[in-house]
């Protein structure tokens, strides 16, 4: 089942069960404390907190998100992606426990003829939060799952909250059994390499407060409503019910590994290096191109720092690869092309796509020729003074103040007879990393509380009409102090 189909069969099912159907957002959105949207119910927050009232009682959309964090991780395991799509449907004061999970299963378990995805119920397992009896119920009485199939876990793993005060509640998780080839028996609490999750139900009614990890913050009470906010991840689902090893396999990400072998001349499965380098171009090129349509440009910090680190690992890679001309123009198009049925947009601008991307690319192709010179003086250094090993602070230097990697200061350390001091490499970078955690820490906070402007906002927009008067009447509907 092509992605697109999946997509749309998880839409048309909730549909038919009396949501609304709306589009995905923006990636970007006026949150001080998100730098992308990261989860599908990100556009939905300020129906959660009370901050305006929803203009349906149930909702379901396929939201594009995009995760960070992990840049480094991705391709190095088939677990990391930096985009994802997340299909997901939502309550507000509306159906809760039993009606999120029936829903759930139905879509999962329905016959492809009746428009659902046709997995097998056997292979599937439910985890509940420790306490939840209601939902545990729900799954054995219900919908029939057996006990050896139902697992209670902890707060870390089963309670859901967005990581500062607000709306929280448990959540209940389905994973699905891949078989003895991929791990250990014993379900999700054993291994979740054999056992992927692929949808999480979250329950919430409660109201957290302030703390730091998912386990640690107090539960301040309940919400004056019980909401549902689910999530499937598309992705996962596609390559399970496609029949292959994993996401980069699937039919939206294999086509740009392949443009990459036939641009380089590499073979991908030869090489777990070169795999790691095939699935950062095929990971890469989609995020890049999806953060480029929603409009960021390449900078040196915030947002336009993130697509700017993408776009040259991509360059990176391919040059590992055997690259020896730019190829980025090439992953854009197949992108646009695997893309463009969901996001149309990708099409109708792809003009403005292709031209910051490859305008990024011959930069930073730029770059590694003043890189490769300031390496070539580094190495004249180290071998004056009789070392064979070129420091951690160097390399460093090399990949922070002049963007040049630091696979291919390996690479060609290697070929001038040189190792490097990986670990002092790692140790700075490591500490960057925790210095930018911490200030992304410091400015976090929890979401303003709004619901003194509630009815303002349940009445519309303001209507701006300087563009074609320069006077106009008003009604001021409130004055509001204090705040």
């Excluded at 829903?103 to 599937?124: C, H, M, N, Q, R």
């Excluded at 009470?221 to 090893?245: H, Y």
């Excluded at 910051?356 to 690319?361: C, I, P, T, Y």
Aim: proline letters at 5%; aromatic letters at 10%.
């Amino acid at each position: 089942m092509q992605t697109h189909e999946i997509r749309r069969r998880f839409l048309d099912h909730f549909v038919k069960a009396g949501h609304t159907e709306v589009p995905s957002a923006s990636l970007i959105l006026a949150d001080p404390n998100l730098l992308f949207v990261n989860a599908g119910m990100v556009p939905f927050v300020p129906y959660f907190l009370g901050q305006q009232t929803p203009p349906y009682t149930r909702a379901t959309s396929v939201q594009k998100c995009v995760r960070t964090l992990d840049i480094e991780e991705v391709g190095k395991t088939t677990r990391h992606n930096t985009f994802f799509q997340m299909a997901g449907n939502f309550s507000f004061g509306d159906y809760f426990k039993e009606e999120a999970i029936t829903f759930a299963w139905s879509l999962l378990t329905g016959s492809v003829e009746d428009g659902g995805y046709g997995i097998d119920p056997e292979k599937l397992w439910a985890t509940v939060y420790l306490d939840d009896d209601e939902a545990y119920s729900i799954w054995r009485d219900k919908v029939g799952v057996p006990d050896e199939r139902i697992q209670r876990r902890g707060m870390k793993d089963n309670y859901w909250s967005m990581g500062i005060p607000g709306p929280c509640g448990p959540c209940s998780e389905i994973f699905y059994d891949r078989g003895p080839a991929y791990g250990v028996e014993g379900g999700p609490e054993a291994d979740e390499d054999r056992y992927i999750e692929i949808w999480n139900l979250v329950f919430m009614q409660n109201e957290r407060g302030e703390g730091g990890a998912k386990d640690d913050y107090p539960i301040l009470g309940p919400l004056p409503k019980k909401n549902i906010d689910t999530g499937m991840g598309v992705e996962r689902v596609a390559f399970l019910l496609q029949g292959v090893e994993n996401v980069y396999e699937t039919d939206l990400l294999r086509p740009v590994i392949e443009k990459a072998t036939e641009l380089t001349g590499a073979v991908y499965g030869a090489t777990h290096d070169d795999d790691v380098r095939f699935r950062v171009i095929a990971d890469h090129a989609r995020t890049a191109a999806m953060l480029i349509v929603d409009g960021v440009n390449p900078g040196n910090d915030g947002r336009g720092y993130v697509l700017r680190r993408l776009l040259r690992r991509i360059v990176r890679s391919a040059r590992l690869l055997g690259a020896d001309k730019p190829t980025m123009r090439e992953f854009m198009a197949v992108v646009r092309d695997t893309m463009a049925p969901s996001y149309p947009e990708l099409a109708t601008d792809f003009s403005r796509v292709e031209t910051v991307a490859v305008g990024e690319e011959t930069a930073f192709l730029k770059t590694l020729g003043t890189g490769s010179k300031l390496f070539e003086g580094a190495v004249e250094t180290v071998k004056s003074q009789g070392r064979n090993v070129l420091g951690g602070t160097e390399a460093f230097t090399l990949h922070d103040t002049y963007g040049f990697p630091i696979d291919l200061t390996l690479e060609m350390a290697s070929e001038a007879g040189l190792t490097v001091d990986e670990e002092g490499f790692r140790s700075l970078m490591a500490e960057q990393r925790q210095r930018a955690k911490d200030d992304a820490r410091a400015r976090k906070h929890a979401h303003a509380d709004l619901t003194v402007y509630k009815e303002l906002l349940d009445r519309g927009p303001t209507e701006f009409t300087g563009f074609s008067e320069l006077v106009s009447e008003a009604h001021v509907l409130a004055v509001i102090t204090g705040r």
